[in-house]
């Protein structure tokens, strides 16, 4: 049965060293509160382009804390594209990464940042296989 996980998070940046003019690299922390309680450490790989609104970046981000009271840490495969301003964005659990009481955990981080704060939602199942 999937269930729902609502929340906020906050983000701190930090530019990573990287050969390459056209290519960013950043190691960005979370602090998660909500139904899912914990931290987050990611590292981000981004490319801009001369035209205005058009963009990548694709992350890993390992997140450790506590999801409706199951303890655990897991990772989300972040993969989010701006073609001249409009937005695709897909994070979704990485299958089997799951440990401790979240282990089969799968699932859909959606990451809504319209307003001041990153809000999320969590569409995720765990299942034993």
């Not at 937005?87 to 282990?103: H, K, N, R, Y």
Request: proline share 2%; hydrophobic share 35%.
């Amino acid at each position: 049965m999937t269930r729902r996980a609502l929340g906020h998070f906050t983000t701190v940046f930090e530019a990573l060293p990287i050969d390459d003019d056209t290519l960013g690299r950043m190691r960005i922390d979370k602090t998660i509160e909500g139904d899912l309680i914990g931290t987050g450490r990611a590292e981000m790989l981004s490319v801009g382009t001369p035209i205005d609104g058009s963009a990548g970046y694709v992350a890993l981000d390992r997140i450790t804390g506590t999801l409706h009271g199951r303890a655990g840490s897991f990772v989300l495969q972040h993969y989010g594209l701006m073609d001249r301003g409009a937005a695709t964005l897909i994070c979704q659990v990485v299958p089997d990464s799951g440990t401790d009481e979240l282990t089969g955990l799968t699932g859909t981080f959606r990451i809504d940042n319209d307003s001041e704060e990153h809000r999320y939602t969590f569409d995720y199942d765990i299942t034993v296989r």
